[in-house]
Structures are given as C-alpha cells and as structure tokens.
T-cell receptor, first 111, second 115 residues
C-alpha cells in the first residue's frame, strides 16, 4: 500500500543551523506530496506541496523537491529559528482527497 | 475566515461514558475528515465525508465509534462507551474538493482524556 517514512526525531539544532528532515514514500503511482507543520497545542497546517516529479515546493524559507527517482521529498531550511520548533509531517495523496501521513519529526531549535 | 472550529477543546470523562466531539468545517468546503493522534500510533484517519456522505470509514477503530454529518456545516464524532485507550487528540479537517488542491485545513483539536 501507500506509505510515508520519516526520520526519527527529535532533531535538535541551534538557531541559524541548516535543517534537513528526510522523507521517503512508497506509492503505486505518482502521488502529490506535502509537508505539514504542527505547532504546540495546534492543528496541522500545510507548509508546502509538490504535485509532480521535479517540482519544488517552498514556503517561509522551507523547501522540498519531489524526487521520483529516489521516491523522496526531503524538507530543508538554510537557517532555522527558535520559532520553527514544531512537529513536521510528510504526507502523500494518491486516493483523491485522502492523505497518508508519516509519523512526524519533532524539531527543537535552541537559541 | 473562522477556520475549522472544534468543541470542546478539552474533555475529561470516565470510562463507560458517552463522548461527543463536534466540528464545524470551513464554509464552502465539501470534504470533512476526522483524525486521531496519539504518541503510539501517530495521526490516523478515522473517517471522511464528501457532501455530508461518509466515503471511507475503514479507520474507525470499532463499533463504539460513530460519526455523522447531518448538514454541510456540522459533524459529530461519538464514542459510546468510552475507554481509557480512546484518550487522544481528535482533529477535524476540511477541504475543497478541486483537482488542483488537496490542502486540508485542520481544527485545533479536542484533547480527550478517559479515566
């Protein structure tokens, strides 16, 4: 079936460090891919998305590129801030409107 | 835009009691989703509706769980009887079903504690 695998957390970084959160997927076709972010005590919010191979999604300094050859959609940011501390979820969509989420990766950024 | 509204935000109940969680989706959205989030199992899709009709309830854990959507602006998730293992954060999300967008908008969640 369709699935998403994310790196285990927590990821602990100092402010201004470079961030990578790995995400790989398994799907029978060509899914759309998403990163959602969950801040403490809140629901999930869409961070960025990519709907076809080689697309790059970007938002708020975060980027992820849809790599069909490696079935990956790694999240990156050049310089993290304390306010980026949250849980990040990778997700895919194959079945119209039904998202499959990864387990989430907690990011902790210290000043 | 008010976003997805859920109530209550916190619910503490005793085992065996009935629990009803409520959700108001974003106006104009035609899809509504119920999720459960726990440390052990992560984020699980329980059920989703399209135009008030349940489309996929394969994630509903057992018969103690039921969900309804009597109209486009309201949905409930009911647990009867509740058990301690139902303790979790329950999220409602809604989306507009266009082919160009699969973005789901999440509510703030209801934290349920069953003692």
């Amino acid at each position: 079936g369709n699935s998403v695998t994310q790196m285990e957390g927590p990821v602990t970084l100092s402010e201004e460090a470079f961030l990578t959160i790995n995400c790989t997927y398994t799907a029978t076709g060509y899914p759309s891919l998403f990163w959602y972010v969950q801040y403490p005590g809140e629901g999930l919010q869409l961070l960025l998305k990519a709907t076809k191979a080689d697309d790059k999604g970007s938002n708020k300094g975060f980027e992820a590129t849809y790599r069909k050859e490696t079935t990956s959609f790694h999240l990156e940011k050049g310089s993290v801030q304390v306010s980026d501390s949250a849980v990040y979820f990778c997700a895919l969509n194959m079945d119209f409107q039904k998202l499959v989420f990864g387990t989430g990766t907690r990011l902790l950024v210290s000043p | 835009d008010a976003g997805v509204i859920q109530s209550p935000r916190h619910e503490v109940t005793e085992m065996g009691q009935e629990v009803t969680l409520r959700c108001k989706p974003i106006s104009g959205h035609d899809y509504l989703f119920w999720y459960r989030q726990t440390m052990m199992r992560g984020l699980e899709l329980l059920i989703y509706f399209n135009n008030n009709v349940p489309i996929d309830d394969s994630g509903m854990p057992e018969d103690r769980f039921s969900a309804k959507m009597p109209n486009a602006s309201f949905s409930t998730l009911k647990i009867q009887p509740s058990e301690p293992r139902d303790s979790a954060v329950y999220f409602c999300a809604s989306s507009l079903g266009t082919l160009s967008s699969y973005e789901q908008y999440f509510g703030p969640g209801t934290r349920l504690t069953v003692t």
